[in-house]
């Protein structure tokens, strides 16, 4: 077999593996993805104005996905400079070819020569090559949850703060609380997954005081991200502040229960049973009061086995 | 600090990695572990730090050894956006240990303020190091801590683990650099189809090296065309 086939035979051989991994009869996708594709591009056109625009946005998300700077590095290794480009040339083609024939169909030429463009610009596209800058935190004192949580999440903790002011300015008090909520399931989600067992096991603490440890941190550094927030929103709404104080009371009930189930079911990843009783104490606070004496026991427990 | 390993088996499923392991490690000393991937090497080493559940025991001379041992793996893992001064920071502060003058400390002369996701494989593995020296153990797992590392490293890294054993600290290598572990050890253990199958002194070395080599080349050279 020549290389070009023999790769995306390869390809193809990868895709097949991978859905048999997900415990799906390969054959249903192969058939459901085409119905599921046409159904959801004329759902889609049905209900959105501006649905030729989506997309193309969508065809060209799923062109950076191929675009990526360590699989380009890697077919620049594997092939000559030839046979790379009329790979990277064809996996843009077959990409778009559905996007584009749907368009086609529905007589959006304008689309579909743009997004035919779109498709051949990126070919010489490589995302992920610059080496990003550090970015400084105040959490570095203490690492490493919101440190690297505080990096990765700094897009919406902007907008947080941004729809905080922007309920100041209209004088929506609603809209300025509801943005503390907005910051504290953003700290919540640094919990949201687990590090290598390593992580914990360097720690010489009995289970106990790893938990308060970790729970003593969050507090501090959730009350760096909440306080300014908290004061400003009390000073420019007064009459609001019995609001605030409960929310952010239970900010920082969410924080331990974040905190403790996490550990409850470290090195794994939060259970479907134990994943509905989170969801209900978020939705239902008082629950709360035995979440976190639930998820405390059972997480120290867990961590006795790895301290 | 002394350590002695008794009946270590370990099974993955069906699959019995380590079949009874006896091993007994005394302070100041610089043992060597080789054998063929996927030997268990590393699994014997997350057996001996806990992190694998395992049959037999692992005693340690005054307390738990886990408390007192430093373990850099075969890939030491960096959570990304971690600068490597947190890293450090981290490591030292899991111990208790003050985390004051890291960059004094900085012997690899790492970029600390840079992402450690993002350093090379040496500089990754050199950090990894640099962490469980600062947490100041009494006994160290190096899993392949030559990987990957430049010369002057090397160097570095051989003379760290001198030193290591001028301060009565006990070391466990391996390495697929048999030189390195000429250099290092004054113990070398063979670890072949799960069972420890020699325990070599400095004197046999040579031999150990020779035997190893016509196991690993013989004559299987002879299929391939150059």
Redesign the interface.
Known sequence: MAVLPYFFYLQAKRIHRAIDEWGINPWLVYVGAPVLFVGGSIALFSRMVYASWVYVGVAAVALLQLCNSTRLRFLRQAFDRRTYRRVRMLEHTLLVTPFLAFLLCRGEIWFALGLLVLAAATIPLRIGTA??A??PTPF?????EF??GF??SVGPLFIAYGLMLMGMYVGNGYLSIATLLLVVLICFNYYAWS?????V?????PPRSFLLLKVRTAFRYLTVMLLPMVLVVTCVFPDYWPAVLAVAAMGYGYLVLAVLSKYAAFPQRVGILQGIFITLSLVFPPLLVISIPYFYQQAKNNIAL?L | MNVEVFQLTKSFGTDEVLKGIDLNFQTGQVYGLVGQNGAGKTTLFNCLAGLETHGGNVIAEGGRLKDRLGFLQTEPYFPSRLTGREYLRLFCKARGVPDEGLDTQNVFDLPLDRYAQQYSTGMKKKLGLLAVLLQRNEFFILDEPFNGVDIHSALLITEIIQRLKNEKKTVLISSHIFSTLKDTCDIIHVLDGGNITEIIGKDDFERLERDMAAFAIGNRLDAIRF
Do not use: C
Request: hydrophobic share 40%; aromatic share 16%.
């Open positions: 080496r990003s550090t970015l570095s004192g203490r690492p490493f440190a690297v990096r990765t590090e290598p067992l390593l992580y096991w360097i720690y010489r603490l790895i």
